[in-house]
Structure formats: structure tokens, C-alpha cells
T-cell receptor, first 112, second 115 residues
Framework: RKEVEQDPGPFNVPEGATVAFNCTYS??????FFWYRQDCRKEPKLLMS???SGNEDGRFTAQLNRASQYISLLIRDSKLSDSATYLC?????????????FGGGTRVLVKP | EPEVTQTPSHQVTQMGQEVILRCVPI?????FYWYRQILGQKVEFLVS????????KSEIFDDQFSVERPDGSNFTLKIRSTKLEDSAMYFC?????????????FGPGTRLTVL
């Protein structure tokens, strides 16, 4: 089983609509969770950290379900500029290293 | 806004040659990382580095790879004898601390092409 699994998509979203997608992780010792976005052939850019109680940053809402080992990302009022690949990222408890484990990404295409 | 920078943006080399990829982490960050992404695949961890020592490395980071912080600003990844399968995008990242909740910020990457 992959450590971090994502639906690769693409999710085709009309501009202004809401889109949501999940990510599952296999390591129950996973400690911290992030969403990054990656544009084609560019670096991953931090979108938001994901907190246990869930958190919101503008049009983006992230949720964490430790019992079922998944995190979710919801994008409201989608903009054309939201078109990107969204990377689910987890870290595990470790004394040193702070290695990030990436999912394969979910591709989102926002269309006019 | 402070950024991680990387040079060169694109490196083409012959199989068996040595390459050095360079990174300048964000200035007040103390933890440094290298990741790679083969075209069409996910981002993979290579190595983390703190206080002039490797903290953790992956199975990919074999004896052909080494990292160094030669001065107060640069952080380098050396591949001694490149293979075709080393062709990938190499990303440097840095973070303020090494705790798992500390976000890592990525540079724009070096595209390595091994012929």
C-alpha cells in the first residue's frame, strides 16, 4: 500500500464552483500534514498546514480525520488560477530528519 | 519575501560525469533538504541536513550522492557518477526548525538531464 494516496484526477471544475478531494495515508504515526500546490514543471508551494481541528485559509478548507487516516481539501469559488496539481504531504514522528512524504497529486482544472 | 534559490536551472551532462547542484536556503533557516521528482512521478525525499550533518537519507541517496554546506549560505548536492536514471528535477528545500510541523519551502529546482 502506498504511504500517501491521492486520486490523480483530473477534476474538471467550472469557474466559481466548489471542489473537494481527499488523500489517505497509511502510517498511523503520521504527525503533521500539509497541502502543497504544484504548477506544471514548477516547485511545490506550500498551500496550508492541516490542523487536527480543521482549518480554513480564505477559499481553502482543510480537514483531518485521524481515525480514518485521511485529509481533505475543499476549494470554494474556484478561480482559473486554482488550476494546478495539489499535493498531499505527511511527516512522521522522528527524532531527526523531518522527511516529507508526498502523494502523487490531484490535478484540478478550472474552466471558464 | 525570502526564497530558496537554486542554480543552475538546467544541467545537461554525460553519463558517468560528476555534477554539483547548488542551493541557497532562506537565510534564517537551519534545516536543509534535497528532493527529486522524475518526470510524471511524485516528489521523493533524498536527504535532510542540519548542523553540518546528514539527519536522514533515503534509499535513493546511495554512495554516489553527497551533500555539503561549503560556506554560510550555499548547500550543495553532488552526484559523483551520473546515471541515466538520475535524470529528474532536483528541489532544494529549507525550514526554520526540524520539528515535523515546520513547513518546508522549496526552491525552483534544477532540471538534470543525463545523456
Amino acid at each position: 500500500r502506498k504511504e500517501v494516496e491521492q486520486d490523480p484526477g483530473p477534476f474538471n471544475v467550472p469557474e466559481g464552483a466548489t471542489v473537494a478531494f481527499n488523500c489517505t495515508y497509511s502510517n498511523s504515526a503520521s504527525q503533521s500534514f500539509f497541502w502543497y500546490r504544484q504548477d506544471c514543471r514548477k516547485e511545490p508551494k506550500l498551500l496550508m498546514s492541516v490542523y487536527s481541528s480543521g482549518n480554513e485559509d480564505g477559499r481553502f478548507t482543510a480537514q483531518l480525520n485521524r481515525a480514518s487516516q485521511y485529509i481533505s481539501l475543499l476549494i470554494r469559488d474556484s478561480k482559473l488560477s486554482d488550476s494546478a496539481t495539489y499535493l498531499c504531504v505527511v511527516t512522521s514522528i522522528k527524532a531527526a530528519g523531518n522527511k516529507l512524504t508526498f502523494g502523487g497529486g490531484t490535478r484540478v482544472l478550472v474552466k471558464p | 519575501e525570502p526564497e530558496v534559490t537554486q542554480t543552475p536551472s538546467h544541467q545537461v551532462t554525460q553519463m558517468g560525469q560528476e555534477v554539483i547542484l547548488r542551493c541557497v536556503p532562506i537565510s534564517n533557516h537551519l534545516y536543509f533538504y534535497w528532493y527529486r521528482q522524475i518526470l510524471g512521478q511524485k516528489v521523493e525525499f533524498l536527504v535532510s541536513f542540519y548542523n553540518n550533518e546528514i539527519s536522514e537519507k533515503s534509499e535513493i541517496f546511495d554512495d554516489q550522492f553527497s551533500v555539503e554546506r561549503p560556506d554560510g549560505s550555499n548547500f550543495t548536492l553532488k552526484i559523483r557518477s551520473t546515471k541515466l536514471e538520475d535524470s529528474a528535477m532536483y528541489f532544494c528545500a529549507s525550514s526554520v526548525s526540524g520539528t515535523s510541523g515546520s513547513p518546508q519551502y522549496f526552491g525552483p529546482g534544477t532540471r538534470l538531464t543525463v545523456l
